[in-house]
């Protein structure tokens, strides 16, 4: 046996690794009072928190407090990251931030913001001595229910979103929904975007609360305005915990991939290049609504989703203010969205699109040009009658300006 092993030409050689992570919700996590992320940070005594500028002027005071009643000797390093700064030179700094601290190996780096900052902070763990670990605090709509639970971790390059980056799961993940009651109203609606994405593929209870009340989660910020009725309280927590629940349930299985066919791909088909089209850039969400619509309207005139659906999808959308078309969204642009696209989904469009009565989908493996272009047209000649011309409301990220 050994004989052959030593003369053999190939080894073949299999391994596995178990990835355990949790999440945990907790109300209030800067309270001294709540020790939950305290009690993971007092075995070092210590913590390099890396936190969104625009968080770090609403809640550094308490951060800074929270760390000092419980005795542990804080480092706040505020980050500013916007899209257009999504860059390698953004995860350097963060690089050398982690080296100044001097950080141990196996001690967490605590980042706290929205999916910008958690995205480029996690990148920087994966890659600082091969694999640093960290601690997540989304506090952004985006964060709690897309970009915080998964594991893609990642730098724009040369225009290209998101062009750069790994998989790198948290130790765990604090989601405090109490975040959004400073969250501006332009953010709210950028992350209902993405819970629009998943329920109208998988869950469609979670689709028809934000159908009957998601105006009203956007005006009281998911219930976290004071004198909320507790009913709507319930419902908006319902709502944020289904789309946790419904992400992890597809995503957790293909954590690295190895499938091609991803739900959550819907919205993110042509939103990528459409996104980082304009100056300034679009909010993530409203990219990713005119992906949704203009696949809704595919899937239309497949005869996947119904007239009546295709409108009724269309009708969320509007009056919830997010964008459904945008003047960027050209026929080059999403000739050059659909070969970008096929690269990285290994020669296949891979195009989810929602189906049926919704809460249900497919994925179209491939769809010829001529299609694209035929309901491209269509699309637009759809939007020429809603409200705004299928614009939405407050699209770019000069709001955070």
């Known amino acids: 046996m ?3 092993f030593t003369n053999a030409t190939t080894y073949s050689v299999s391994s596995n690794l178990e990835i355990a992570h949790s999440y945990h919700f907790v109300n209030h996590v800067f309270d001294t009072e709540v020790a939950n992320l305290a009690d993971l940070y007092k075995p070092y005594k210590r913590c390099l928190a890396i936190v969104d500028h625009s968080v770090y002027k609403l809640y550094g005071y308490h951060i800074k407090k929270y ?5 542990i000797e804080a480092t706040i390093q505020p980050a500013h990251i916007t899209e257009d700064e999504k860059s390698l030179e953004a995860l350097q700094e963060v690089c050398s931030w982690i080296t100044d601290f001097n ?4 001690e967490p780096v605590l980042v706290i913001g929205g999916g910008l900052v958690t995205d480029v902070v996690g990148f920087a763990c994966a890659i600082y001595r091969r694999t640093t670990r960290y601690i997540r605090i989304p506090t952004s709509l985006i964060g709690l229910i897309d970009a915080s639970v998964s594991n893609r971790v990642a ?3 040369r225009g290209m979103k998101n062009r750069l980056g790994g998989y790198h799961e948290p130790l765990h993940t604090l989601i405090d929904p109490t975040f959004l009651r400073t969250l501006p109203v332009a953010e709210v609606r950028n992350g209902i975007a993405e819970i629009l994405k998943i329920s109208s593929c998988t869950h469609i209870a979670t689709f028809e609360a934000l159908e009957q009340c998601g105006h009203t989660f956007i005006e009281t910020h998911f219930g976290q305005l004071r004198e909320v009725d507790q009913e709507l309280v319930e419902a908006a927590e319902t709502v944020i915990r289904q789309t946790i629940q419904s992400v992890l349930e597809v995503e957790v299985p293909n954590s ?7 739900v959550m791909y819907f919205g993110h088909t042509w939103s990528p290049v459409l996104e980082l089209a304009v100056s300034p850039p679009l909010l993530h969400g409203h990219a990713v609504s005119v992906d949704m619509c203009f696949s809704a309207n595919l899937a239309n005139q497949r005869g996947l989703l119904a007239n009546d659906q295709y409108m009724r999808f269309l009708r969320v959308f509007s009056a919830l203010g997010l964008a459904m078309d945008h003047p960027a969204f050209t026929l080059e642009l999403m000739k050059k969205g659909t070969d970008a696209t096929i690269a990285t989904r290994g020669g296949k469009l891979r195009a989810p699109v929602p189906t049926g009565t919704l809460g249900s989908h497919a994925i179209l493996q491939m769809v010829d040009y001529d299609e694209l272009e035929t309901t491209w047209a269509n699309h637009k000649k759809v939007m020429e009658k809603l409200p705004r011309n299928g614009l ?3 699209m770019d990220i000069a709001v955070r300006a």
């Open 103 to 106: 950080i141990l190996r196996r």
């Open 67 to 71: 760390f000092k009643v419980h005795e």
């Open 2 to 4: 050994a004989s052959n």
């Open 392 to 394: 939405g409301l407050e």
């Open 155 to 157: 730098v724009n390059w």
């Open 256 to 262: 690295r991939e190895q499938s091609l066919d991803r």
